[in-house]
């Protein structure tokens, strides 16, 4: 544990924040997916760990005033643009997910096969090429999603959560250190992610329209519920190929115990979610029937 944190603490210290004036754009052009490069440098837009830390303790700051300036104020009408934000993230997620699969495809009928899918220890999966360049794009992704929480108290649609502000604020730091770090096996996790997310914007979108969206959501909320369960078995199978040598498997420990960590945490509020949600309403309404 504490190597972990002397990791996580070590790569916030050693990176500068990101400064706008320097990003090169044209490194995030899809035509050059598969000699994309990572690195900590300030040419690629919000690269660095100290830029995602910042952003997501910005974002609860942001958040917080915002809410408490909302509560006096009548509902904002954003329908047009609550249905934009919407599309844009269905289609994005869609696009990303084919990026992944499609990369990651590449690796799965190599010779390596599978096991160099998840373990990486012949082809640098980390820091470089086509995986890299959608996982970087699923990354910075978050920050768009940042508008999720903003739309949700302008528009009051849906109230805010415990679950949801940790999710939106941890999410962009966790997801670039799987790439600091090396851990290729983050790629299924965005994978599932990004399929998902296609179905629950597309509900949210639907939902702006019809007041509705989709009748059976709560099979939405058990989809995750089964994407974190997978990548807990995953990560725990990458830490027995790894330390029995097996698989002599890329990627830095502690990225894979921060994960890990951070996941169950999303697993337990993902079930008390679903259990406070759907379970005790279903039981509500068979007793006053």
Not at 117 to 137: K, N, P, Q
Not at 151 to 174: E, G, N, Q
Not at 194 to 223: C, E, N, P, Q, W
Request: charged share 10%.
């Amino acid at each position: 544990m504490n190597d972990t944190l002397q990791y996580l603490i070590g790569r916030y210290i050693s990176e500068p924040i990101s400064a706008p004036a320097q990003w090169d754009l044209t490194r995030l052009d899809p035509g050059v997916a598969d000699v994309f490069e990572y690195d900590s440098l300030q040419t690629l837009p919000l690269a660095t760990m100290r830029t995602a830390i910042h952003a997501g303790l910005a974002y609860l700051a942001c958040i917080g005033l915002l809410y408490l300036m909302m509560k006096t104020v009548a509902p904002i009408r954003l329908w047009f643009v609550g249905l934009l934000h919407n599309v844009v993230l269905v289609v994005g997620s869609a696009w990303m997910a084919w990026g992944l699969a499609s990369a990651a495809w590449k690796v799965l009928i190599s010779p390596f096969g599978w096991k160099e899918a998840i373990c990486a220890s012949h082809v640098r999966l980390d820091y470089a090429g086509e995986l890299t360049y959608f996982m970087y794009v699923y990354y910075l992704s978050k920050y768009l999603e940042f508008a999720d929480t903003i739309l949700m108290i302008v528009l009051r649609k849906r109230s805010l959560t415990v679950l949801h502000l940790f999710h939106h604020s941890i999410i962009a730091p966790l997801s670039l250190l799987w790439i600091t770090g090396g851990w290729t096996l983050a790629w299924i996790g965005a994978f599932m992610n990004t399929v998902i997310h296609v179905f629950m914007y597309s509900h949210y979108a639907l939902a702006l329209v019809d007041g509705v969206g989709f009748r059976y959501k709560r099979y939405l909320t058990s989809a995750q519920i089964a994407q974190f369960f997978t990548v807990f078995c995953l990560i725990n199978l990458h830490g027995v190929l790894s330390y029995t040598g097996v698989g002599n498997c890329h990627g830095d420990p502690a990225v894979a115990i921060a994960s890990q960590m951070v996941n169950v945490a999303f697993l337990a509020l993902f079930v008390n979610f679903y259990l406070q949600s759907y379970t005790k309403k279903t039981t509500l309404k068979r007793k006053n029937d």
